[in-house]
């Protein structure tokens, strides 16, 4: 899988540090925020109780911010898929959206996910209407 070494700390206690490359999940979801945000149901679906979307990859040729300006990107294939849920007995939307990325390379090194969940209309719910939104986010 990834490059895996083992280290001990001052007490002799061994653990395992994975060194192989990844996109953190923050700058992974900078990136993709408002692809992810703009990716909308086909009309003849918004009314459905549950919509999947994707998933879809694509290939990036991505570069870290300190890398000078010449440097050449790196192959990176991003997935994309999107789940939108009607929550019943409220006036709102659930949506959690999951981004995989992995580097492009000869070695085989595993897929890395980030996982985001967002509620909209963004405003105030009842108690009530929390509990129900609340629920969906965990069955996601």
Known sequence: ?????????????????DLGP????????A???KLLEEWQAPKHLRS???VVLGP???TYKLVKLS???????????????K???????????????????????ALAYPTACCVQKSVWPQKR????????IRKVLKEL
């Open 67 to 81: 890398a000078s300006a010449n440097s050449k990107g790196f192959p990176w294939r991003i997935s994309v898929g």
């Open 125 to 132: 719910y009842s108690k009530k209407e929390l509990r129900f």
């Open 1 to 17: 899988m990834g490059l895996k070494q083992f280290v001990f700390d001052m007490n002799g206690v061994m653990s395992e540090l």
């Open 83 to 105: 789940k939108i849920v009607h929550v019943k007995g409220v006036a709102a939307r659930v949506a959690k959206m999951t981004a995989c990325s992995r580097p492009i390379t």
């Open 22 to 29: 990844a996109i953190k999940c923050n700058g992974l979801n």
């Open 48 to 50: 459905a109780p549950v």
């Open 56 to 58: 879809r990859a694509k």
């Open 31 to 33: 990136f993709l925020s």
